[in-house]
């Protein structure tokens, strides 16, 4: 995504439909170090995206790990994990 301010992929959240609760959302940088984490929120709510930052601080270009744990509304667990790349 591109996190650079022009409104367009500036946010990286969870998206879906059959999701009650976004248990966990969490990025992580190559070494096994969590840059961004959310925990017990709703989906498809920007307010609960990653900017690209931590503590404020743009992150730089790189490949980050992303693990999603969502409560579906059928009571199942959904566990999600893959790779983002910040682009500026």
């Known amino acids: 995504?591109?996190?650079?301010?022009?409104?367009?992929?500036?946010?990286?959240?969870?998206?879906?439909?059959g999701i009650s609760t976004l248990q966990s959302f969490r990025i992580y940088n190559r070494w096994g170090e969590v840059m961004f984490e959310r925990t017990n929120v709703t989906v498809n709510d920007k307010q609960y995206g990653w900017d690209g930052t931590m503590n404020g601080a743009k992150l730089p270009p790189d490949v980050y790990v992303y693990t999603v744990e969502a409560n579906c509304e059928n009571g199942e667990l959904l566990k999600l994990k893959g790779d983002v790349t910040i682009i500026r």
């Open 1 to 17: 995504f591109t996190p650079n301010g022009d409104g367009i992929n500036d946010i990286l959240m969870v998206r879906g439909n």
